[in-house]
């Protein structure tokens, strides 16, 4: 998570995979947070001749996102203070399959059915097989639970975005969680609490073998 205040520090970071990619094989998730008013991206493709051009831009506003494959340049201007969720990580490719460049808006991803529980849940980023990890949204009323203990067989990164909860992780519990990480095959279990609605931003591996 970036703060792009003066200082521009990194208010925490995770490496996910000890090799160092090169950055063309990077593909990259940018979600702006609650207290970003908004942020002008520009990106900007190299071709061959060399020089650099324009292609495009797109504005941030609260609870937007963008999703940037590898092989695509791109530069970020930010003219007031803003906070930025960036995933960033080694795309793992298939074969005759490619990923391409998504900016959306939370609120406009449709709601998904999820049998037998009672949160509220968007996915932003497309499930064809092409993408090898996604982002959920998941919204919990005060009070509300996750019905089933579970055990994952990916990775999961959790960020709190709005409210209270409590979180199970194996043995331990935490409360008012802003930030966690869960490997593989950890028991984990999830409740809503406070007077108002808590959502969380959900990174799971997937479409990809874990091991």
């Given at each position: 998570?970036?703060?792009?205040?003066?200082?521009?520090?990194?208010?925490?970071?995770?490496?996910?995979?000890?090799?160092?990619?090169?950055?063309?094989?990077?593909?990259?998730?940018?979600?702006?947070?609650?207290?970003?008013?908004?942020?002008?991206?520009?990106?900007?493709?190299?071709?061959?001749?060399?020089?650099?051009?324009?292609?495009?831009?797109?504005?941030?506003?609260?609870?937007?996102?963008?999703?940037?494959?590898?092989?695509?340049?791109?530069?970020?201007?930010?003219?007031?203070?803003?906070?930025?969720?960036?995933?960033?990580?080694?795309?793992?490719?298939?074969?005759?399959?490619?990923?391409?460049?998504?900016?959306?808006?939370?609120?406009?991803?449709?709601?998904?059915?999820?049998?037998?529980?009672?949160?509220?849940?968007?996915?932003?980023?497309?499930?064809?097989?092409?993408?090898?990890?996604?982002?959920?949204?998941m919204d919990f009323q005060p009070g509300e639970y996750l019905n089933v203990?579970?055990?994952?067989?990916?990775?999961?990164?959790?960020?709190?975005?709005?409210?209270?909860?409590?979180?199970?992780?194996?043995?331990?519990?935490?409360?008012?969680?802003?930030?966690?990480?869960?490997?593989?095959?950890?028991?984990?279990?999830?409740?809503?609490?406070?007077?108002?609605?808590?959502?969380?931003?959900?990174?799971?591996?997937?479409?990809?073998?874990?091991?």
């Amino acid at each position: 998570m970036v703060d792009s205040g003066l200082d521009s520090k990194h208010l925490y970071w995770k490496v996910t995979n000890p090799t160092l990619s090169p950055s063309h094989l990077q593909e990259r998730f940018l979600f702006s947070g609650a207290v970003m008013t908004m942020t002008l991206g520009t990106y900007l493709i190299t071709p061959a001749m060399g020089s650099h051009f324009v292609i495009g831009s797109h504005k941030l506003t609260v609870d937007s996102y963008a999703y940037l494959p590898s092989n695509v340049d791109q530069s970020l201007r930010c003219d007031a203070s803003a906070a930025l969720v960036v995933f960033k990580r080694r795309h793992v490719s298939l074969e005759n399959q490619s990923t391409e460049l998504i900016f959306g808006s939370t609120d406009e991803q449709p709601l998904l059915e999820t049998p037998g529980e009672v949160f509220q849940l968007r996915k932003l980023i497309p499930a064809s097989i092409s993408y090898d990890f996604n982002i959920h949204i998941m919204d919990f009323q005060p009070g509300e639970y996750l019905n089933v203990k579970e055990v994952h067989d990916n990775q999961h990164g959790l960020l709190l975005l709005e409210g209270q909860d409590i979180y199970r992780l194996g043995t331990l519990f935490k409360q008012a969680m802003s930030f966690g990480w869960h490997h593989l095959c950890l028991n984990d279990k999830y409740a809503a609490l406070g007077e108002c609605r808590t959502r969380y931003l959900l990174y799971k591996d997937v479409n990809r073998n874990p091991l």
